[in-house]
């Protein structure tokens, strides 16, 4: 099992056979990135079959604050957050092609706390801004991802019954340690 | 205003109790959950206790705005119901009026067990259908319309809405705007909301007058002092018939003309009652739509709609303002999975709204998209 978490949200991936946080900046943690200019998806989730990248965003966030959150608002209605979601993806995987380590379908998954009307919408938005923008290429051999999704906590552990997703500020009991 | 409706045996229900607000009330739920017979038998409640005892006849009403097989009221009593068991209607209104009836499967009248109207002063409602009517206006008005086949192709909501919108203006335009600020306000709105004006003409010929209210300074008589006029300018002939405006465009403009011949009397009128409003609409048109309807509730009309529509129902959510006093009321129509029978929930927070149809189709296409691009994964 590998339990990753972004400030409130975790989520158990209780059939991962690897995953760590992919967005680390402090050089002196494991799997520290290290090129800044880079957009860096939140987790990297490895199965057996496949390849999962991760990015959490949580404006449903109890504790969000009012400024950020119109400033989250603005890039969403402005398409600039499409367009970051988009980017943290092609890089993600460009660091992770110059590893050597893409070697299963990828799928991109993104955990936004916002109500489903708007999921299918934004998840439409960012794939039509992904290689290869919706159009056929006759010459590509293989998929560049298998899937782009955006999910709410719900559709999420709706979906994924073996990757639980957890507001941890919604438990009654001390919180797990971060642990990857 | 109606306050309350209480529907046993009738029709899909089993035994439905809906209080609504007094601003505005949105209706959800599945095909088949019964929004259109919930939104009709209100509207026949409000009819019949409108009109008077006698004058109205329910049996009539009810058969020909529900239209059930044979026209034969009998068939209006819920599948299923034990014979000899009575369907029931009964709805509360403001000011205490109050209507109660039941049928059975056999009867051949319905029976009105309660019937309040002492304080007056309750107007007949408006039904607005699902189809557009203003392209039918002419068809059904004509007095060579063949009225049997009319009655035939359309449920009394149909016809009732085309003789509300052939009643004349009792006084001219101008002055209704000058006599009543309050109208004068919504409806210069409504006009430059949909950039122009839709008139009945003879022989229910319609056309819409593009144009919109612009303030113009104007001497007084004297000419001594200029003041300000609200004015219609038209844009010079252009003028069009009423079929080569936008559908959803042709629906506000039912809302204009009402307004205008004052069916649709803010603060006096009857419910405003609309299936659907967001059929054949661009979406673009809903913000304004729900605007419109905001603004009508913000002036004493009782409005009661069934949508299907996500982006209607989020605009009620976004535009509604408290301060204003803006009211709406979600009420969502579900069938429990244990007994069959049709249940409704309602909430004054659209996010408490459950179940909540509209949001379950957008997350049945999320289930899909995993399905076939994820297998499963996760799973």
Not at chain 1, 23 to 47: C, W, Y
Not at chain 1, 135 to 158: G, H, M, Y
Not at chain 2, 351 to 376: C, H, W, Y
């Amino acid at each position: 099992m590998t339990t990753l978490r972004e400030s409130d949200l975790q989520i158990d991936f209780t059939n991962a056979v690897g995953g760590f946080v992919f967005d680390q900046m402090k050089s002196t943690l494991p799997n520290f990135h290290g090129i800044a200019g880079m957009h860096r998806v939140d987790f990297l989730v490895e199965f057996e079959e496949a390849i999962v990248f991760v990015e959490v965003k949580d404006p449903g966030n109890p504790k969000a604050q009012a400024k950020g959150l119109a400033s989250f608002h603005a890039d969403l209605n402005d398409g600039t957050l499409s367009s970051t979601f988009a980017s943290k993806f092609i890089d993600s995987f460009v660091y992770r092609w110059a590893e050597d380590r893409v070697g299963k379908p990828i799928h991109y998954l993104s955990l936004v706390t916002l109500e489903a009307p708007f999921l299918v919408n934004l998840a439409d938005e960012i794939a039509r801004k992904l290689p290869p923008q919706g159009k056929p290429v006759a010459r590509w051999q293989r998929s560049f991802l298998e899937n782009c999704q955006v999910f709410n906590i719900e559709t999420w552990n709706d979906n994924f019954p073996k990757w639980p997703v957890t507001r941890l500020s919604s438990l009654t009991t001390p919180a797990v340690p971060t642990g990857i | 205003m109606i306050s309350k409706l209480g529907l046993e045996n009738f029709a899909k229900f089993g035994e439905l109790n809906i209080n609504f607000s007094s601003k505005i009330n949105v209706i959800i739920g599945e095909n088949g959950t019964g929004k259109t017979q919930l939104l009709k038998a209100a509207y026949v409640a409000n009819a019949a206790l409108a009109l008077g005892n006698e004058q109205s006849d329910l049996t009539d009403k009810l058969c020909s705005t529900f239209r059930p097989n044979g026209d034969a009221l009998g068939k209006l009593v819920r599948n299923g119901t034990p014979g000899g068991q009575h369907a029931k209607i009964n709805a509360e209104f403001g000011h205490g009026q109050r209507l109660s009836a039941e049928f059975t499967s056999s009867s051949k009248k319905i029976k009105l067990t309660h019937f309040t109207n002492e304080s007056g002063g309750l107007n007949p409602p408006i039904f607005l259908p699902t189809k557009e009517v203003l392209s039918l206006y002419k068809g059904i008005t004509s007095d060579k319309s063949d009225k049997p086949t009319l009655h035939s192709l359309f449920d009394a909501t149909y016809l009732d809405l085309c003789e509300k919108l052939s009643v004349k203006r009792p006084i001219k335009l101008e002055d209704a705007i000058d006599q009543n600020p309050r109208f004068g306000q919504v409806y210069q709105k409504l006009v430059n909301t949909i950039e122009g004006r839709f008139r009945l003409g003879h022989f229910g010929h319609t056309t819409f007058e593009p144009g919109r209210f612009e303030e113009q300074r104007a001497k007084d008589q004297h000419q001594l002092n200029t003041r300000t006029k609200t004015v219609f300018v038209p844009i010079k002939d252009e003028t069009i018939s009423a079929q080569m405006a936008a559908e959803g465009v042709r629906k506000l403009g039912i809302l204009q003309l009402l307004l205008e011949n004052q069916q649709l009397n803010l603060g006096g009128s009857g419910t405003l009652i609309w299936d659907e409003p967001e059929t054949n609409m661009n979406p673009k048109l809903m913000r304004l739509l729900v605007e419109t309807l905001l603004e009508l509730a913000r002036n004493g009309q009782q409005i009661i709609l069934a949508t299907h529509d996500y982006v209607l129902l989020k605009w009620f959510d976004l535009l509604a303002d408290k301060g204003k006093g803006d009211h709406v009321k979600f009420h969502a129509l579900f069938r429990n999975t244990d007994n069959g029978q049709i249940q409704l929930e309602s909430t004054d927070d659209y996010l408490a709204i459950t179940p909540n149809a509209i949001t379950d189709a957008f997350n049945d296409l999320t289930k899909e998209q995993v399905r076939s691009k994820m297998g499963n994964l996760g799973k």
